[in-house]
């Protein structure tokens, strides 16, 4: 069983400095490997030769018999353009990167080909950047705008805290690359798979869906497959994993090339959906969670401890943004915890834009989205966010 695996790029970067354009280039590169499975033996021929990979178990490869041609998110030069001109109107450090993305797979005579236009956006802030990429460049300015708000004013004690759902959907993300089965492994996967993760929230589902229209569309594999949904928790306990035909558990439909890594199809999460049964909340004030610097400090799904290095968000007055705000420190605690203390959201009239990022795993730069809702977290305020989260 044999495949070819085309993967070709063509970007364009635009740097923007308080409000000027300071210069352009573009970028172009393609890559193509032919992958062939022999039961658990795996050849990868590309441009650096072959090579040989021997897998836990035999590869279930089955591609689906079907041509497939799609286009998402392309934009035309008069809406690059505009862009361009939406974040130079703001005083920011900025280089706004704009991508075409083709990815091919023929197997058995079969092409599947689509194309994926989207940008990504860093902001430079003294030492830090900020990236977030999305497929609606409608955003950017909502973008530029959250980063212009002034920063160091006097936050009222005991406020709410409320966690975006750019905040919640980072959470969950970390925690899927748990059940990536080439991590995981076959068997530690049979044992845990029906055992309660998130029994406090009962009505809590969490699944991969490549097919959702966000920044991390796939329609299709390289392993050939068609995008499907894969569930991950239903009813608050595990309920799959994310594998592919190299490393297949049940659906192996999520697996994507692992450049500078492994140079097979490996399960990759990049398009991640959370939905609970939401709570009507309104709040006039509130600060909201729109960023996480966070690690998993354990690999176990079902215990998986976390490190909360810092936190930041902004300060919302009747749903508008009014500064920005920095937490530093918050120590350790469960991924199980953290989300026990969330009471999830009905959709929110708080004006913080959502927006996917780049997955970067072993190397590998993947197109990355997560779906969710904001969450009230209960056991917290303002002056202390994360200390009754502790554990």
């Known amino acids: 069983m044999r495949s070819r695996i085309t993967y070709s790029v063509q970007a364009r970067h635009v740097e923007i400095r308080r409000g000027r354009v300071c210069g352009v280039r573009t970028y172009e590169d393609s890559q193509a490997h032919f992958v062939t499975y022999f039961g658990r033996t795996v050849v990868v021929d590309g441009a650096c030769g072959p090579r040989v990979f021997t897998l836990p178990r035999a590869a279930e490869w089955e591609p689906d018999p079907v041509h497939l041609d799609v286009d998402r998110g392309l934009l035309e030069k008069e809406r690059l353009l505009v862009a361009v001109d939406v974040v130079a109107s703001y005083p920011v450090d900025a280089a706004l990167s704009f991508y075409r993305e083709e990815r091919v797979v023929e197997t058995d005579g079969f092409v599947k080909r689509q194309c994926i236009g989207f940008y990504a956006l860093r902001l430079r802030e003294q030492s830090r950047s900020y990236v977030y990429a999305d497929v609606a460049p409608e955003k950017l300015g909502e973008l530029c705008a959250l980063h212009t708000l002034p920063q160091g004013a006097p936050v009222p004690d005991g406020l709410p805290i409320v966690l975006s759902p750019n905040a919640v959907g980072h959470i969950f993300h970390e925690w899927a690359h748990l059940l990536e089965l080439d991590f995981l492994g076959h068997e530690a996967a049979s044992r845990i798979e029906g055992s309660p993760v998130f029994d406090d929230c009962a009505d809590l589902q969490v699944f991969e869906d490549p097919g959702t229209e966000t920044v991390g569309f796939n329609a299709f594999s390289d392993d050939a497959r068609i995008a499907r949904r894969m569930p991950l928790v239903e009813r608050g306990r595990i ?153």
Not at 296 to 318: C, F, N, Q
Not at 348 to 375: F, L
Not at 379 to 391: E, I
């Open 239 to 391: 309920a799959g994993f994310i594998d592919s035909a190299a490393f297949p558990h049940r659906y192996f439909g999520c697996g994507y090339l692992g450049y500078n890594n492994s140079g097979h199809p490996v399960p990759r999460t990049t398009n991640l959906m959370v939905q609970a049964r939401p709570t009507a909340y309104e709040v006039e004030r509130a600060l909201v969670v729109t960023g996480l610097d966070l690690e998993l400090l354990t690999a176990d799904p079902l215990h998986a401890r976390i490190g909360l290095k810092s936190s930041e968000g902004v300060y919302v007055e009747h749903g508008m943004p009014v500064h920005r705000v920095t937490w530093t420190g918050g120590g350790e605690t469960t991924v199980q915890r953290l989300v026990s203390s969330m009471m999830f959201l009905n959709p929110s009239h708080i004006r913080v834009p959502v927006v996917g990022g780049i997955c970067v795993k072993n190397g590998i730069a993947v197109r990355s989205a997560q779906s969710a809702p904001a969450a009230l977290l209960e056991a917290c305020t303002a002056r202390l966010p994360w200390k009754n989260l502790s554990a």
